[in-house]
């Protein structure tokens, strides 16, 4: 399947190991990935901030990219919602039918990593090779808003050597809202102190999330705290092998 | 502590239109820091909103069609509110017709000047009440208290909040802020009749206010309660209560005067099934409500002999008019959204700013008083837009979705007027993330700065705005390069 890689300004800025991952699992399941370089920014930040006129060329911009993949993939449930939630709405703003057209062709086949994955493709054992204690965060957007389900636990399970423990809590928000982190940030920071402190509880010694927004925020205070809790993309989790390790 | 020189902010001492009592109150991100800080209020919180929570997922768990329950009340709610005149005036042919007399109020002010008005009439100058978020939203006690009547609140938790002269802070539990030995102390000072030796056991101070009550209750001409629902068909009203206080204050006296949201009404007693089925399970997690009382109209002998309706807009009509944000008036106010909201659970009620807090507060107060004054434009920003409340709302009201539509509203409304940092900063963003030339160079320049602005491979300090949260947070260093730099490098020729 030729597979266009939605890599998410985010990750593309500053945490290229988890596009690099995506790259590698996919094409170690026998795919064509390419990353159109027309790419830029899903407009979510904006969009969700307020800022709608702005995120209107940006989906402009998303569908231009993408248009004509087979699948797109992103390592971003938040991304992936904004692009399938709330595109046809955006469009349907803005007035522009093209734009409405190109959405209804293009976000249907836009997913994010792990649905891809497990329901998508049906794979849940994509041959990686983790011996390590590692817990699971579900981030919001990608438990309400996509509703990808038990998708990344599924295929955590599937990894050779992984031991999954329970993080306490689990479905409660991290506290980081995008802006949310800077407008109301001692609230954030308050949500996000009982977040952290499940994950010591846990005992893991990675945290995994299937989005890197929430992992920036959560490891950001783990690392504040020396906690020694390492946090990781499951994509990234995925793309380990007995070779790579 | 509001920000100074916004523009609409009304000036000190000016009547709010919309909810007289909040007037100057701090816009949420003050009240909220403020608040948080206010670790004991935080493990009540916790406490609290955790029991609850836990409690109202089993309860739902029982009912296998919850969630056609839930789609049949808002297609309910929908269509009321799609045809909120025929009924509205259907609901007062049949009020009329069963001895009782409905007056429209426009706003806050005109329903408190007619209750103020009938209590009067009714040669009365105290009056009981049942617990009642559109009086709470109308100031109503202030109001009467300046027109020299008297309001007793009868249910517990909101008599704790007055005699405390206090604010409401959750919409089920307005005392939820206080512990069993701040009631105490309360009850002590405040209540004149309070039993010597009073201890902050809760069947004892249950037992102060219900002696404390019950002379009020015998002796009162005039009641004064809102409603969960109305019926068109038959003009009757419905009160869903916990304690029976609300029983007695609609029966006991001679007059009772009911003041209703014009959004609570219900075509016919066949859709107030649907809505008994969902409110106790989502508010207090019981199968059944313990006192659901009735009324229609007068009935001689039994009951009250005058029975006045007030049907309140106070801006629900302008809320109507929004195709996104009007599906907030679809709320029956049983508090869920509340009690799993991670931000409620942090900060409490007060720091919205109005007897709405949580969730459905930060949409459905800037809906119904506007976005002009700073509190209000701040609320629709109280959220991390995690969803749990959409999740659980038993009418389905996409809040996350109102939210991020009422940011819009508010970022457009400051558009043409003020200069704004932040709007720069947005408009200045947008144009490098939705050029891949720009955000190119970005990159290539925060990989450049990474040894200058990390101090051993980690960020602790960044200049604000950014620096709430490098506070408690390291912020991410910039990697050597992009991914779009590697892949251009090692797989450019490629695509
Ligand atoms: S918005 Fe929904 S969950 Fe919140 S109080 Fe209203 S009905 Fe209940």
Same mark, same amino acid.
């Given at each position: 399947?030729?597979?266009g890689l939605?890599v998410t300004?985010?990750?593309?800025t500053l945490?290229?190991?988890?596009?690099?991952?995506v790259?590698?699992?996919?094409?170690?399941?026998?795919?064509?990935?390419?990353?159109?370089a027309?790419q830029a920014?899903?407009?979510?930040?904006?969009?969700?901030?307020?800022?709608r006129?702005?995120?209107?060329?940006?989906a402009?911009?998303? $569908?231009a990219a993408?248009g004509g993949y087979?699948?797109?993939v $992103?390592?971003?449930?938040?991304c992936?919602?904004?692009?399938?939630e709330y595109?046809?709405a955006?469009?349907?703003?803005a007035?522009?039918?093209g734009?409405?057209?190109?959405?209804a062709?293009?976000?249907p086949r836009?997913y994010e990593l792990?649905?891809?994955?497990a @329901?998508v493709l049906?794979v849940t054992?994509?041959?990686a090779?983790?011996?390590?204690?590692?817990?699971?965060?579900?981030?919001?957007?990608g438990?309400?808003?996509?509703?990808v389900? @038990?998708a990344?636990?599924r295929?955590?399970?599937?990894v050779?050597g992984?031991?999954l423990?329970d993080?306490?809590?689990a479905?409660a928000c991290?506290?980081?809202?995008?802006?949310?982190a800077?407008?109301n940030?001692?609230?954030?920071?308050?949500?996000?102190?009982d977040?952290v402190?499940a994950?010591?509880?846990?005992?893991a010694?990675?945290?995994?999330?299937?989005?890197?927004?929430c992992?920036?925020?959560?490891?950001?205070?783990l690392?504040?705290?020396?906690s020694?809790?390492?946090?990781m993309h499951?994509?990234?989790?995925?793309a380990r $092998?007995?070779?790579t390790? | 502590m509001t920000?100074?020189?916004?523009p609409g902010?009304? *000036?000190?001492?000016?009547?709010?239109p919309?909810?007289p009592?909040?007037l100057?109150m701090p816009?949420?991100?003050?009240a909220?820091? !403020?608040?948080v800080?206010?670790?004991q209020?935080?493990?009540n919180l916790?406490?609290?909103?955790h029991?609850?929570?836990?409690k109202?997922?089993?309860a739902?768990?029982?009912?296998?069609?919850w969630?056609q329950?839930?789609q049949?009340?808002?297609?309910i709610?929908?269509?009321?509110?799609?045809?909120?005149?025929?009924? %509205?005036l259907?609901l007062?042919?049949n009020?009329?017709r069963?001895g009782?007399?409905?007056? #429209?109020?426009?706003?806050a002010?005109?329903?408190?000047? /007619?209750?103020?008005g009938?209590?009067r009439?009714?040669?009365a100058d105290?009056v009981?009440?049942?617990?009642?978020?559109?009086?709470?939203?109308?100031?109503?006690?202030?109001?009467?208290?300046?027109?020299?009547?008297s309001?007793?609140?009868?249910d517990l938790?909101?008599?704790?909040?007055? %005699?405390?002269?206090?604010?409401?802070?959750?919409? %089920?539990?307005p005392? /939820?802020?206080?512990n069993?030995a701040? !009631?105490?102390e309360i009850f002590?000072t405040?209540m004149p &009749?309070?039993?010597a =030796?009073?201890?902050?056991?809760?069947?004892?101070l249950?037992?102060?206010?219900r002696?404390?009550l019950?002379?009020?209750?015998?002796?009162a001409q005039v009641?004064?309660s809102g409603a969960?629902f109305?019926i068109a068909e038959t003009?009757?009203?419905?009160v869903?209560?916990?304690?029976g206080?609300?029983?007695m204050?609609v029966?006991?006296p001679?007059?009772l005067?009911?003041?209703?949201?014009?959004?609570k009404i219900?075509p016919s007693?066949r859709d107030?099934?649907?809505?008994?089925?969902l409110?106790p399970?989502s508010?207090?997690a019981?199968?059944m409500n313990?006192y659901?009382?009735?009324?229609?109209?007068?009935?001689p002998g &039994?009951?009250?002999?005058n029975?006045?309706?007030?049907l309140?807009d106070?801006?629900r009509?302008?809320?109507?008019?929004?195709p996104?944000?009007r599906?907030?008036l679809r709320c029956?106010?049983?508090?869920?959204? %509340?009690?799993?909201c991670?931000?409620?659970e942090?900060?409490?009620?007060?720091?919205? =700013?109005?007897?709405?807090p949580g969730p459905?507060?930060a !949409?459905?107060?800037?809906?119904?008083?506007?976005i002009?004054d700073p509190v209000?434009a701040?609320?629709?920003?109280?959220?991390?837009?995690c969803g749990?409340?959409?999740?659980?709302c038993?009418?389905? !009201?996409?809040?996350?979705?109102a939210?991020v539509h009422?940011r819009a509203?508010?970022? &457009? *409304?400051?558009r043409e007027k003020n200069?704004?940092?932040?709007r720069?900063?947005?408009?200045?963003?947008?144009?490098?993330?939705?050029?891949p030339?720009?955000? *190119?160079? *970005?990159?290539?320049?925060?990989?450049?700065?990474?040894?200058?602005?990390?101090?051993?491979?980690?960020?602790r300090?960044?200049?604000?705005?950014l620096s709430? #949260?490098t506070?408690?947070?390291?912020?991410?260093?910039?990697?050597?390069?992009?991914?779009?730099?590697?892949?251009?490098?090692?797989?450019g020729?490629?695509?």
């Amino acid at each position: 399947m030729r597979i266009g890689l939605f890599v998410t300004c985010l990750t593309d800025t500053l945490y290229p190991d988890t596009g690099r991952a995506v790259v590698a699992v996919l094409e170690r399941l026998g795919h064509q990935v390419d990353f159109p370089a027309a790419q830029a920014c899903c407009g979510q930040m904006h969009f969700n901030t307020g800022y709608r006129r702005e995120a209107v060329p940006m989906a402009r911009g998303f $569908t231009a990219a993408f248009g004509g993949y087979e699948a797109v993939v $992103t390592p971003s449930a938040s991304c992936a919602s904004m692009i399938r939630e709330y595109y046809p709405a955006l469009a349907s703003e803005a007035g522009d039918a093209g734009l409405a057209r190109a959405v209804a062709e293009v976000a249907p086949r836009t997913y994010e990593l792990s649905v891809f994955l497990a @329901d998508v493709l049906g794979v849940t054992d994509v041959g990686a090779y983790f011996p390590h204690k590692v817990t699971y965060h579900p981030t919001c957007h990608g438990l309400r808003m996509l509703k990808v389900g @038990d998708a990344p636990l599924r295929l955590l399970r599937a990894v050779r050597g992984l031991n999954l423990t329970d993080l306490p809590d689990a479905e409660a928000c991290c506290g980081f809202g995008g802006t949310f982190a800077v407008k109301n940030a001692e609230v954030s920071a308050a949500i996000c102190a009982d977040k952290v402190a499940a994950v010591r509880q846990s005992g893991a010694e990675v945290l995994c999330a299937a989005d890197n927004s929430c992992l920036m925020h959560i490891g950001g205070a783990l690392q504040r705290q020396r906690s020694g809790v390492a946090v990781m993309h499951l994509a990234e989790i995925l793309a380990r $092998t007995e070779e790579t390790r | 502590m509001t920000a100074p020189g916004q523009p609409g902010q009304l *000036a000190a001492g000016e009547p709010h239109p919309g909810m007289p009592t909040y007037l100057g109150m701090p816009s949420f991100p003050d009240a909220a820091r !403020i608040a948080v800080a206010d670790s004991q209020l935080r493990a009540n919180l916790t406490h609290a909103t955790h029991t609850i929570r836990a409690k109202r997922a089993g309860a739902v768990a029982e009912l296998a069609d919850w969630e056609q329950l839930r789609q049949a009340a808002k297609a309910i709610k929908d269509h009321t509110l799609a045809h909120l005149d025929t009924y %509205l005036l259907r609901l007062e042919e049949n009020v009329t017709r069963a001895g009782g007399q409905v007056h #429209w109020a426009q706003d806050a002010g005109e329903a408190n000047a /007619i209750v103020a008005g009938l209590v009067r009439a009714a040669g009365a100058d105290s009056v009981v009440k049942v617990k009642s978020m559109a009086t709470q939203e109308t100031g109503l006690n202030e109001a009467l208290a300046a027109d020299g009547i008297s309001a007793l609140e009868t249910d517990l938790a909101e008599l704790i909040v007055q %005699l405390g002269h206090d604010r409401p802070s959750h919409i %089920l539990v307005p005392a /939820i802020h206080r512990n069993r030995a701040e !009631i105490r102390e309360i009850f002590r000072t405040e209540m004149p &009749d309070a039993p010597a =030796g009073l201890t902050d056991d809760p069947p004892a101070l249950a037992a102060a206010a219900r002696s404390h009550l019950r002379q009020a209750f015998l002796s009162a001409q005039v009641g004064v309660s809102g409603a969960n629902f109305a019926i068109a068909e038959t003009g009757s009203l419905v009160v869903v209560e916990s304690e029976g206080n609300g029983r007695m204050c609609v029966t006991l006296p001679r007059t009772l005067i009911s003041v209703v949201g014009v959004e609570k009404i219900l075509p016919s007693w066949r859709d107030l099934e649907v809505f008994l089925a969902l409110l106790p399970r989502s508010s207090t997690a019981e199968r059944m409500n313990p006192y659901t009382s009735t009324w229609t109209g007068i009935t001689p002998g &039994d009951g009250p002999e005058n029975f006045h309706l007030v049907l309140l807009d106070n801006g629900r009509t302008s809320a109507l008019a929004d195709p996104t944000g009007r599906q907030a008036l679809r709320c029956i106010r049983c508090s869920a959204c %509340l009690n799993v909201c991670p931000v409620y659970e942090r900060v409490g009620g007060h720091a919205y =700013g109005s007897p709405y807090p949580g969730p459905i507060g930060a !949409i459905i107060s800037p809906q119904l008083r506007g976005i002009a004054d700073p509190v209000d434009a701040s609320l629709p920003f109280a959220s991390t837009l995690c969803g749990a409340c959409y999740e659980v709302c038993p009418v389905a !009201i996409n809040i996350p979705e109102a939210l991020v539509h009422l940011r819009a509203k508010v970022v &457009d *409304a400051k558009r043409e007027k003020n200069f704004s940092p932040e709007r720069v900063a947005f408009t200045l963003s947008g144009r490098v993330l939705r050029s891949p030339r720009l955000l *190119a160079a *970005a990159q290539r320049a925060a990989s450049a700065s990474r040894r200058v602005v990390a101090r051993k491979g980690r960020i602790r300090l960044l200049p604000p705005p950014l620096s709430g #949260w490098t506070e408690t947070r390291d912020a991410p260093v910039p990697p050597p390069e992009s991914f779009r730099a590697w892949w251009a490098r090692t797989r450019g020729n490629r695509s």
